[in-house]
Each structure stands twice: as C-alpha cells, then as structure tokens.
C-alpha cells in the first residue's frame, strides 16, 4: 500500500470527514484546515494529511508553542486514521513526518495528550512517546454524557 504524507488542502475536507470526522461537518472539517493554513506566523500551525489510493484516510495536525520558554516544542494534535486503515503504519508515518517537520524548524520535542484508558494511549505508547504526566479528570467532554476522563500527557525527542 502506497501512502503519500504531504499538507493538508481544502479539497481533503470532504475525505476526512467520511474517514476520519464523521462527527463533524465537511466545512467544520474544511475550517479547520483554512485555520491552519491562514494562521500568522506566530501562531504556526501545520496539517498533514495521509493519503491513499488519492483518498485523505488520515490527519494530523502540529501546533507550535507561542511561549518563549516552550517554544523548542510542538503539540501534536488530532492525530487519527480511518478505522479500516489502522495497524497499517500509517499513524507512524505521519509522527516520523511530524518529527522531520519538526526537526527542519529546530524543534527539539513533540507532545501529546489522550484520554486516559482509551485506545490513543496505548497507540502513543507503541509509537514511541514517552508518558510524563497524568491529571486525573483532566477533560471533559462538552457533548453527550459529558464523560470525564484523565489526562495523560506524553513526549517524544525529535532527533534520536
């Protein structure tokens, strides 16, 4: 199987939507991406997408820190592949694309956060980053039930 990282662009909107974002609507999905592609400089931003077969069926999206004493690291945010592509590599190929993005830009780590006992976890875990902290009903889901879950928080080093 062939796929191709590269940036995001608003015709992905709609292939992440059916794939990725099923719970959001094609220009919620589409605003997005613009907010990453027209932010300023100081609020960098950068959306990959993972294609395949010329179908978007996995996103990520890597946000630099505005503050000066964290700005050697980027928040890895949205990280998800379609079900029917999971456990195919292809969440690894978008981190090693975000640590390379990272690294041409002098970034020294990558950070992550997932909801405690979920499957992203675990999937942080096997890709690499290393947990570093944990607050106990750290979100909150504003929708639905409102389910509380802990925060866990990992890091990865971009270069080794």
Do not use: K
């Amino acid at each position: 199987m062939d796929v191709l990282i590269r940036d995001a662009t608003l015709d992905d909107a709609a292939d992440l939507q059916a794939y990725c974002l099923p719970m959001n609507s094609v220009e919620q999905v589409r605003d997005g991406i613009r907010e990453c592609l027209t932010a300023p400089p100081e609020a960098q931003r950068l959306y990959l997408v993972a294609e395949v077969d010329g179908h978007a069926v996995g996103q990520v999206v890597l946000i630099w820190n505005e503050h000066a004493l964290r700005a050697h690291r980027v928040e890895v945010a949205g990280l998800v592949v379609a079900r029917q592509y999971t456990r195919r590599g292809i969440a690894r190929r978008l981190v090693e694309a975000c640590r390379a993005r990272a690294a041409a830009r002098g970034i020294a780590m990558l950070e992550v956060a997932a909801r405690g006992g979920e499957p992203a976890e675990e999937v942080y875990r096997r890709l690499g980053f290393i947990e570093w902290g944990h607050l106990p009903g750290g979100l909150r889901e504003p929708w639905g039930e409102q389910r509380v879950y802990d925060e866990v928080r990992f890091y990865m080093r971009v270069a080794g």
